[in-house]
């Protein structure tokens, strides 16, 4: 069936945008510390609006211990000092804003920091107190309370409950086994607190009316501030079964104890009002990792979310009948919400699409990165820059992680010494985890730290050698670049109205190639057959992925014609 995209006139700017991540730590070192900072990005943001970008979302910038790379945040409304200030974070917003480039922040409302105020606060107080309910404190079970309230496991691996202390009525315990320390009353069992990521990050209770208060207040302040929307972590969990049950295999779609429970929607719609209370339609963007995109597609009826990302899209395989099926299924779907499709390859939770799509098996899991794997990083790089033509040209928004334009690939061989995603030594050392994507852009020169940071810094990950391929300045000005290729393909998605309102209607094509109409005018083919295939008729091809040699298009490749 044909799906239709958004008449001009109702084109609000984040139902087409092209959305940039930038993960703070690795995108640019302005101080030469070897972290990425503020001071970086606003010396990049030329970069960025040249690249063609409608909005960067930021990945948490707040102050943190990083027990998970910020996302275990300490201070809702401040700066990690690392990477700068407030101050610092309010010029930004004004630079971006002069460049045309809006600004999505992370929010992270699921859990917070285990050193923020309110949980030293939780853990001075005791069983039973205020200070203890704005969070997840139950007695354990078995004998002395001393096995974990329920059978929830942690997102990293083992349970997801720690102990605030191992001995009843003991002073705090600063390394209790799991946990950060805390108080049981004389003779009472310790309590243990429930965190679906890290033990320092200790899960939100709410349905506590003081936990709903204090993130609105944080939306506020940041609205005021100027940004233009956020990017809701674990957006799915926040509500918890208040009987905190044991979970069964199978649970889901409003039954699971903790994953898309139906009293989180109350939540997006309060959040909704908010957002809306402001000028120049600010937007909030859920993180929902779903299964099912009818359950997915309730976040974004009309009065909550905008927007969510696409991960059955980014989990698929470089498969034309597989594709093709994610692609129908996700554009009826937000239809039926009115919401914008969103179409994500890569982002600094998973392996880079140029190492996924260069493996024998192309799709993708979460529970199983396969770090190391075999990789064609030829194949791998020609299929992501047909992906790039892909996304770019389908109804709808798309998330760039920053290194996409520069096809970068998963970097494989961070020594184990060097590794510092939870999930290595939650795994017990069995998943490597996710450093292998936020390791620092290279920007220029011909070794590390590759213009990251100033010349003699040291990254706080290593960078490949071979990355001097792939700098912002090497690949600048060199058409057959990925990142020319990124810059001439944003552009065109910008001037050709066929991209923002144009009707998608498939074409009749060979088996395993894709092809489909963009209003009259585009016409997109990409082959993913093992051979090369014949163009149909058109006056001009505006981009390819590779040359159009004879009218063919090659395997693996990518082209959008003029067909005006
Ligand atoms: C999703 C974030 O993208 C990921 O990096 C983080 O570890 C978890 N949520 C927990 O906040």
């Known amino acids: 069936m044909p799906h239709s995209g958004q008449s001009a006139a109702s084109r609000d700017w984040w139902r087409t945008a092209a959305i940039y991540e930038v993960y703070v730590r690795s995108f640019a ?52 000092p690392l990477f700068g200030s407030l101050d610092e974070a309010e010029q930004l917003i004004a630079e971006a804003h002069g460049l ?67 001995t009843d009525g003991a002073p705090p315990a600063p390394e209790a086994p799991g946990g950060p320390g805390g108080r049981a009353a004389a003779g009472e069992p310790a309590e243990w607190y429930l965190h679906l990521f890290s033990p320092g990050q200790p899960d939100f209770n709410w349905a506590h009316p003081a936990v709903r208060a204090e993130f609105a207040d944080v939306l506020r302040f940041w609205f005021d501030r100027g940004v233009d929307g ?18 069964d295999p199978g649970q889901a779609g409003g039954e699971h104890p903790y994953v898309d429970r139906d009293g989180v929607h109350g939540i997006y719609r309060e959040w909704r009002r908010i957002a809306d209370s402001y000028p120049g339609e600010r937007v909030l963007i859920g993180e929902v990792w779903l299964p099912d995109a009818e359950r997915l597609t309730r976040y974004l009826r009309p009065d909550e979310l905008h927007s969510a990302f696409n991960f059955d899209f980014l989990c698929c395989a470089w498969d034309a009948t597989r594709l093709r099926e ?108 996710r450093d292998g994507c936020r390791v620092p852009l290279p920007w220029s020169g011909k070794q590390p730290p590759f213009g990251f940071g100033p010349e003699g810094s040291v990254p706080w990950l290593p960078q490949p050698t071979q990355w001097k391929d792939l700098t912002a300045e090497t690949e600048s000005g060199d058409e057959g670049s990925m990142l020319e290729l990124y810059r001439a393909a944003l552009r065109l998605r910008h001037e050709e109205p066929a991209f923002a309102s144009g009707e998608m209607r498939w074409l009749d094509s060979p088996a395993d190639v894709l092809s489909y109409r963009r209003g009259d005018d585009i016409t997109v083919v990409i082959n993913l057959s093992a051979h090369a295939v014949g163009l149909p008729a058109h006056n001009g091809v505006l981009i390819s992925s590779a040359p159009v040699v004879g009218g063919m298009l090659a395997p693996d490749c990518a082209a959008w014609l003029s067909t005006r």
């Open 29 to 80: 070192d302005g101080d030469g510390d070897g972290i990425g900072d503020l001071a970086g990005v606003r010396a990049r943001l030329p970069y960025l609006a040249e690249l063609g970008v409608d909005a960067i979302w930021f990945a948490p910038w707040y102050p943190s211990p990083m027990a998970d790379a910020g996302y275990d945040v300490a201070d809702y409304r401040a700066i990690e």
């Open 326 to 433: 994610v692609i129908d299924v996700t554009l009826d779907s937000h239809a039926r919400v009115g919401a914008p499709a969103t179409w994500v390859l890569s982002n600094h939770d998973v392996v880079r699409h140029v190492t996924r799509y260069g493996r024998a098996d192309t799709a993708f899991s979460m529970s199983d990165r396969r770090i190391g794997e075999p990789s064609d990083r030829e194949l791998g790089t020609r299929r992501a820059r047909a992906a790039a033509l892909l996304t770019f040209s389908l109804p709808g928004a798309v998330y760039l992680y920053q290194g996409d334009e520069l096809g970068l690939w998963e970097v494989e061989d961070i020594p184990d010494e060097l590794l510092q995603d939870p999930f290595w030594e939650r795994s017990g050392h069995t998943d490597r985890g």
């Open 230 to 247: 956020f990017r809701i972590d674990s957006a799915a969990l926040l509500a918890k079964d208040p009987s905190l049950a044991d979970l």
């Open 100 to 166: 045309g480039i809006r600004i999505i922040i992370d929010i992270v409302p699921n859990h917070g920091s285990d050193q923020q105020q309110w949980f030293a606060d939780a853990l001075a107080g005791q069983a039973g107190s205020a200070e203890r309910a704005r969070y997840h404190f139950r007695p354990g079970r078995g004998a002395g309370g001393s096995v974990p309230p329920n059978n929830w496991t942690s997102e990293f691996g083992g349970t997801a409950w720690s102990r605030v202390s191992s």
